[in-house]
C-alpha cells in the first residue's frame, strides 16, 4: 500500500506498525503480556466484579441521579484486549458529556466462544439498566473492532428480547461480519494492524468455525442478520484503509434500507485502530468528536 494513501496525519505513526495482525502464538504470547500491560485503575473509576465479568465503571464528577449511562466493550479481534485498555475514552465520554460509562471486561475466545463473550456483554448491561443510576430510558452501547461487533450483536439481542431499548449503538471500525475473510482479493493488501490472515484467526477462535460457515449466526456476526429493523440508531466510523471498511458500508446501507437511522464517519486514508495508536492526530481528535456529538444528542440532560 503506497505512503500517500495514508492520510496526512498518520502517516508517520503508519511507519511503525506492523502490516498483518494476530496469530495463534503471538496471540498466546499478546495474552501473557495483558496482566503486565493492564492500566492502572485511575480515580474516579471503580471496579464491579459480578460472576464471571468485571465491569469498570467512569463515574463523572457531576453525576445525574437517575442519568444517561453507556456501555463500551473493547476491542481485540474476540481474542485479546481487556476494559482497561479503552480508560482515556471511557473518561472522556464520562468527563464531556456528564455520562456514565461502564466497560466490560467479557470473557474471550477460544477458551470461551460464542455466545459467551455475547452474553456476558449482555449480562452487563442488564446490570447497568437495574442500578439506581441509570435512566432506563437513555442507555447507549458502543464499542471498537470486535467490541463494536459485539455491540452491534448486543444491539439485535437487546431488541429481540424485548427487556432493554439502547437509543444508540456506537460502533467503530466494527468487525461484523466473518464472511470477508473468505476475499482474496484483499489478501495482499497492506493493512495496518488487523489483515485478512488474522481475520480469518478471530473469526475462528470467536465461532469455532470456518469463516462463511452457514452455521453462523446474525448474533455472531451482525452482518448476516436478515432482519435489522428495529435495532437501536446507529453510528459507524470507519477509515478507507481499514480491512473492515467494505463491510461496514454495506451494513450501514442495510440499516437504512431497514428505516434504522444511521450516520456514517468515513475517514479517508485511516487504517484500523488509527484512533488508538495516533490518539493526539487532529484526524483522531475530530472522530472523537463525531462519536461525542452522536453521544450527545442520544444522551440528553433532562
Same mark, same amino acid.
Given at each position: ?139 447507549? +452501547? /458502543? ?10 450483536? *448486543? =444491539?439485535?439481542?437487546? &431488541?429481540? %428480547? !424485548? #427487556? ?71 453510528? +459507524? /466510523? ?10 461496514? *458500508? =454495506?451494513?450501514?446501507? &442495510?440499516? %437504512? !434500507? #431497514? ?44
Amino acid at each position: 500500500m503506497a505512503a500517500e494513501e495514508i492520510h496526512p496525519d498518520l502517516q508517520r505513526a503508519a511507519r511503525f506498525l506492523p502490516r498483518g495482525g494476530i496469530g495463534p502464538r503471538s496471540a498466546a504470547f499478546a495474552r501473557t503480556l495483558q496482566p503486565i500491560l493492564m492500566r492502572r485503575t485511575p480515580p474516579g473509576v471503580s471496579i464491579v466484579r459480578l460472576d464471571h465479568i468485571s465491569i469498570r465503571l467512569h463515574t463523572p464528577a457531576e453525576q445525574q441521579t437517575p442519568g444517561p449511562v453507556f456501555l463500551w466493550i473493547h476491542g481485540g479481534g474476540y481474542v485479546l484486549g481487556t476494559a482497561s485498555q479503552d480508560d482515556p475514552l471511557c473518561a472522556q465520554v464520562a468527563r464531556n458529556l456528564g455520562v456514565t460509562v461502564a466497560a466490560v471486561d467479557y470473557r474471550l475466545a477460544p477458551r470461551f466462544p460464542y455466545p459467551i463473550p455475547l452474553e456476558d456483554c449482555y449480562d452487563a448491561l442488564a446490570w447497568l439498566a437495574a442500578q439506581p443510576f441509570t435512566d432506563p430510558s437513555r442507555i447507549a +452501547i /458502543g464499542g471498537a473492532s470486535a467490541g463494536g461487533g459485539l455491540a452491534a450483536g *448486543l =444491539a439485535l439481542l437487546a &431488541r429481540d %428480547r !424485548a #427487556a432493554i431499548t439502547p437509543v444508540l449503538q456506537l460502533l467503530a471500525y466494527p468487525m461484523i461480519d466473518d464472511r470477508t475473510a473468505m476475499r482474496r482479493d484483499i489478501d495482499q493488501r497492506g493493512f495496518r494492524l488487523w489483515n485478512n490472515r488474522a481475520n480469518a484467526y478471530g473469526w475462528r477462535c470467536y465461532t469455532g468455525l470456518e469463516p462463511g460457515d452457514d452455521q453462523i449466526d446474525g448474533y455472531a456476526a451482525a452482518a448476516r442478520h436478515h432482519d435489522l429493523a428495529g435495532v437501536a440508531p446507529a453510528w +459507524i /466510523g470507519i477509515g478507507t484503509q481499514d480491512l473492515f471498511h467494505d463491510e461496514n *458500508l =454495506a451494513y450501514a446501507e &442495510r440499516l %437504512r !434500507a #431497514a428505516g434504522v437511522k444511521c450516520e456514517l464517519e468515513v475517514v479517508p486514508g485511516a487504517f484500523h485502530g488509527f484512533d488508538a495508536v495516533a490518539p493526539k492526530a487532529p484526524v483522531t481528535r475530530q472522530f472523537r468528536i463525531s462519536q461525542l456529538d452522536a453521544l450527545r444528542a442520544a444522551l440528553p440532560p433532562v
